[in-house]
């Protein structure tokens, strides 16, 4: 393969699964000229169509490890990224900033020392008695918060951004079948990727990113790879009550760990839940409804006007995601069972670096 080095466009790359991590990695691909094919045979149902694209980068107060330094190397992308894809779709924005509210006092003291210890990281206290919240405790009546700002931190719509990267690989030529990878064989130092209508493709590189049925298509047990399903249950909530305007609130809000966005006067979206399970369960859907000292009237189940879920994969024994080069020319990328929107051109960075390995 050695050969090809300078002549990518002879590389054939299949991704399989179209989710935000195979468009991600594609598009990150397609800088280099490969010739690359998408395989998904039901985009419009996966977690990233669920997600609701909230990036915490510079708000995670871990800051040491793999995980951070995936953070640290996505925020620096996603302007980059955001500046290609808006030639795309200009209705592509980052929405910011993120207020990261508690009504518990510990928590509320080790986020002051964080933001005390990072002075450059645009993070702002916000103290009980702070002007910033009076229209907050305007519609969380009874509740006292506190907490801080992240001026760096917000969200990217994930629909707008799966509809921007669609756009931008159809005009890169970058093709999405709509089949099921049922199969993976190496033959002679190339892949056979056997679909479910029964069509055989040939490649030089496979990527998994689809998630938990990854496990399908390789021998998890000699890889050593487990994943669980994480299902994640989000509700929509729409009021009537004359005297509460969602607009008043800031657009992006994390409360003891729940995140709102708000979408108009009467609704706003709260999610998400993590169930260990393929099936939403009505406990943890409570859970949306219950992360408040003191529930406000509006915010009941009876004022739920959508709900939804999806279900994302998380390793087992080792840390979210699972990049993992597991044979030549074979590369897994999964295992997103949070944060997949955030890490996506960070981990799509690692695989193009791998990719380069292989050939
Ligand atoms: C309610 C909810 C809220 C969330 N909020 C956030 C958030 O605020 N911020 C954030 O960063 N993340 C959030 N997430 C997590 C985020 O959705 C995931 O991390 C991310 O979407 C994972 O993307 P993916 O591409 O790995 O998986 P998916 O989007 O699930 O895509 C996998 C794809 O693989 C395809 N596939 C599977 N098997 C095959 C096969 N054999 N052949 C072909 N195709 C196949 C599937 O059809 C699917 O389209 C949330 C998730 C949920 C459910």
Redesign the pocket.
């Given at each position: 393969m050695n050969k090809l080095k300078n002549n990518f466009n002879a590389i054939r790359i299949i991704i399989?699964?179209?989710?935000?991590?195979?468009?991600?990695n594609a598009f990150e691909l397609s800088n280099y000229g490969f010739d690359i094919k998408i395989?998904?045979?039901?985009?419009?149902?996966?977690?990233?169509?669920?997600?609701?694209?909230?990036?915490?980068g510079k708000i995670y107060q871990k800051r040491k490890g793999r995980s951070w330094m995936l953070r640290q190397k996505s925020s620096e992308l996603w302007p980059k990224w955001i500046n290609i894809l808006q030639r795309y779709n200009p209705k592509l924005i980052f929405e910011k900033p993120l207020f990261k509210l508690t009504s518990d006092l510990e928590k509320f003291k080790k986020l002051t020392t964080f933001v005390n210890n990072y002075p450059n990281d645009e993070l702002e206290i916000v103290e009980a008695n702070s002007y910033i919240l009076s229209d907050i405790n305007k519609t969380f009546k009874g509740n006292k918060f506190q907490g801080i700002i992240s001026h760096q931190d917000g969200?990217i719509d994930?629909r707008i951004l799966l509809e921007t990267l669609n756009k931008t690989l159809k005009t890169k030529n970058i093709k999405t079948i709509n089949?099921?990878?049922?199969e993976i064989q190496k033959k002679l130092q190339k892949w056979n990727v056997k679909?479910?209508s029964g069509e055989v493709l040939t490649s030089e590189i496979v990527i998994l990113?689809?998630?938990?049925?990854?496990l399908?298509?390789i021998n998890a047990e000699i890889q050593k790879i487990k994943l669980k399903p994480?299902?994640?249950?989000?509700v929509e909530i729409c009021h009537e009550d004359k005297n509460i305007n969602f607009l008043s609130l800031p657009k992006l809000l994390n409360i003891n760990d729940k995140?709102l966005i708000t979408i108009n006067k009467e609704k706003i979206i709260i999610?998400?839940?993590d169930e260990y399970n393929f099936k939403p369960d009505e406990f943890y859907l409570n859970g949306l409804f219950e992360f408040l000292e003191q529930k406000p009237n509006w915010l009941d189940k009876k004022n739920i006007s959508r709900k939804?879920?999806?279900?994302?994969?998380r390793p087992e024994g080792e840390p979210s995601?699972l990049l993992k080069s597991l044979d030549q020319g074979l590369i897994l990328?999964?295992?997103?069972?949070?944060?997949?929107?955030?890490?996506?051109p960070a981990c799509s960075d690692w695989v193009s670096k791998e990719i380069k390995k292989h050939i």
């Open positions: 399989v699964g179209s989710g935000i991590i195979g468009k991600s395989i998904d045979q039901d985009e419009k149902q996966n977690s990233s169509n669920a997600a609701l694209g909230i990036l915490m969200r994930p089949d099921q990878v049922i679909l479910k990113c689809n998630s938990i049925d990854s399908k298509l994480v299902l994640g249950q989000a995140n999610g998400s839940t939804w879920f999806g279900i994302r994969s995601p990328c999964s295992g997103f069972y949070k944060n997949g929107i955030l890490l996506a």
